[in-house]
């Protein structure tokens, strides 16, 4: 199991920007594909991006796509989300873990994530 310690979030005004980080703790991402999902108050986690471990290759849910950007440095162990123009509705504990290794009902590990609060 990858362990991870995300970081980055705090208080954001509606159109502005921060860049979420998540390092590896204890091993390395190698060789996971790696995600960011949101868990916003009364609702289930979703998906939010995610990236290839060795193509870097990357995909966004249509809520974040123009917006986002999903990136990682290997050498670091260290994946980053840099979210643009967030909308308030976008307020979630924001979290990373593998991609594509299970479900998201089925993962149980999570790290702490880090909270995002978008102001209007």
């Known amino acids: 199991q990858v362990q991870v310690v995300e970081s980055g979030g705090g208080l954001v005004q509606a159109g502005g920007s921060l860049r979420l980080s998540c390092a590896a703790s204890?091993?390395?991402?190698?060789?996971?594909?790696m995600g960011w999902y949101r868990q916003a108050p009364g609702k289930e986690r979703e998906f939010v991006a995610s990236i290839n471990w060795s193509t870097s290759s990357t995909r966004y849910a249509d809520s974040v796509r123009g917006r986002s950007t999903n990136s990682r440095d290997n050498a670091k162990n260290t994946v980053y989300l840099q979210m643009n123009s967030p909308k308030p509705e976008e307020t979630a504990i924001y979290y990373c873990?593998?991609?594509?290794?299970?479900?998201?009902?089925?993962?149980?590990?999570w790290g702490q994530g880090t909270q995002v609060t978008v102001s209007s």
């Open positions: 204890g091993r390395s991402f190698s060789p996971y594909d």
């Open positions: 873990n593998t991609f594509g290794q299970a479900t998201i009902a089925a993962t149980t590990y």
